[in-house]
């Protein structure tokens, strides 16, 4: 299984960037999808969850600015971020918990990170 994250970039504040993810491989089922960010010297972060057949949950700090959607026939989930800001600086990546196989275990893989950085 692999994720493939892109869509980063170099934006001003205020400013929208959509990240997209697309997993691949032997995929049985995408039980949730998640973007996850790093700034230098931080932990890795929960920016937005969404679970198969809908419900989704944000960071508070990017609440009413992204959106996480998924597109369950092409196993890509989305991140559009709008308003963004300095602090939103950081590497994204992209997880999903993935099953291989009926009756086997759902694991977490993750995809490269890729890079956002706000600035004037």
């Known amino acids: 299984v692999q994720l493939q994250a892109s869509g980063g970039g170099l934006v001003q504040p205020g400013d929208s960037l959509r990240l997209s993810c697309a997993a691949s491989?032997?995929?049985?089922?995408?039980?949730?999808m998640g973007w996850y960010r790093q700034a230098p010297g931080k932990q890795r972060e929960l920016v937005a969850t969404?679970?198969?057949?809908?419900?989704?949950n944000y960071a508070d700090s990017v609440k009413g600015r992204f959106t996480i959607s998924r597109d369950d026939a092409k196993n890509v989930v989305y991140l559009q971020m709008n308003s963004l800001k300095p602090e939103d600086t950081a590497a994204y990546y992209c997880?999903?918990?993935?099953?291989?196989?009926?009756?086997?275990?759902?694991?977490?893989?993750w995809g490269q990170g890729t890079q956002v950085t706000v600035s004037s």
């Open positions: 491989g032997s995929i049985f089922s995408i039980i949730a």
């Open positions: 997880s999903a918990q993935i099953t291989t196989g009926p009756f086997k275990p759902a694991y977490q893989f």
């Open positions: 969404i679970i198969s057949g809908g419900p989704t």
